[in-house]
């Protein structure tokens, strides 16, 4: 399932410029940007979701923010986030929450990227105060 990263400037265009068959920017779109919470979007003829993530104003968010990756999802052109920074995001909803599913994916993440930029991962696991997580996956 591919992770969007938008822009509040962006979201007018969310709908009709993402794919076509995704409905337009909606009440649960604009409650997902008052609250600063991610947001599910399906692609109507195929069925897929797509999550759409509000960018929180910090430095760590801006910073991931300026590395996400454009690409071509079936011909639709999309910003995406980086390994490295999706598996940071997950180890930090899975400290929030303790959720068991955040911490599956990010070792399936660690596990799956071979590339993956452990320097940048470190630096930002001890930012975002989760080191010792981040530890447990490189066993």
């Given amino acids: 399932m591919p992770t969007l990263l938008f822009r509040d400037k962006d979201l007018a265009a969310a709908g009709s410029s993402v794919q076509p068959g995704l409905p337009p920017p909606n009440l649960g779109v604009r409650r997902a940007i008052e609250t600063n919470r991610p ?24 910073v991931a923010f300026g590395r996400r990756q454009q690409r071509s999802i079936d011909g639709a052109s999309v910003w995406m986030v980086t390994a490295e920074d999706l598996l940071l995001s997950k180890l ?11 911490l ?3 070792r399936a993440l660690a596990a799956l990227v071979e590339t993956l930029d452990w320097t940048y991962l470190e630096h930002w696991s001890h930012e ?10 490189r066993r």
Avoid: F, T
Wanted: proline share 4%.
């Fill in 39 to 62: 947001v599910n979007l399906v692609h109507g003829p195929s069925a897929q979701k797509v999550d759409l993530i509000v960018r929180k104003d910090s430095p760590y968010r801006r």
């Fill in 92 to 102: 930090a909803r899975a400290s929030e929450g303790g959720s068991e599913l955040q």
């Fill in 104 to 106: 599956r994916d990010a």
């Fill in 128 to 137: 975002l105060g989760v080191a010792d997580r981040l530890q447990e996956l």
